[in-house]
């Protein structure tokens, strides 16, 4: 709960602040970021991450599946298990 308290209220005074920047800042920090982000060491960069996200996300994958499958299979109670459990009521 105090989580999203805070969550809130940073919403609150964020827009509070951007409220009284108005429109003239807004577009500055707008015309900044589209600089920033049109760079072309900025977008050589961000295709290094893409090609590096691409080459391990078949990994990662299946890293994901097998874990998954260890989780449920010592989450899963065996056959004998279940049945003694159901004998038991």
């Given at each position: 709960?105090?989580?999203k308290l805070?969550l809130?209220?940073?919403f609150g005074?964020?827009?509070?602040?951007?409220a009284?920047?108005?429109r003239?800042?807004?577009?500055q920090?707008?015309?900044t970021?589209?600089?920033f982000w049109e760079?072309p060491?900025?977008?050589?960069?961000v295709q290094?991450?893409?090609?590096?996200?691409r080459e391990?996300?078949p990994?990662v994958v299946?890293?994901?599946?097998?874990?998954?499958?260890?989780?449920?299979?010592?989450?899963?109670?065996?056959a004998s298990?279940?049945k003694?459990?159901?004998?038991?009521?």
């Open positions: 709960m105090r989580g805070v809130l209220l940073g005074i964020g827009y509070l602040l951007g009284r920047a108005g003239g800042r807004y577009e920090i707008k015309r970021f589209k600089g760079d060491r900025v977008k050589q960069q290094v991450v893409e090609d590096f996200a391990k996300a990994e299946d890293f994901l599946g097998d874990t998954a499958k260890k989780v449920i299979k010592r989450k899963s109670p065996t298990e279940s003694s459990t159901t004998t038991k009521k």
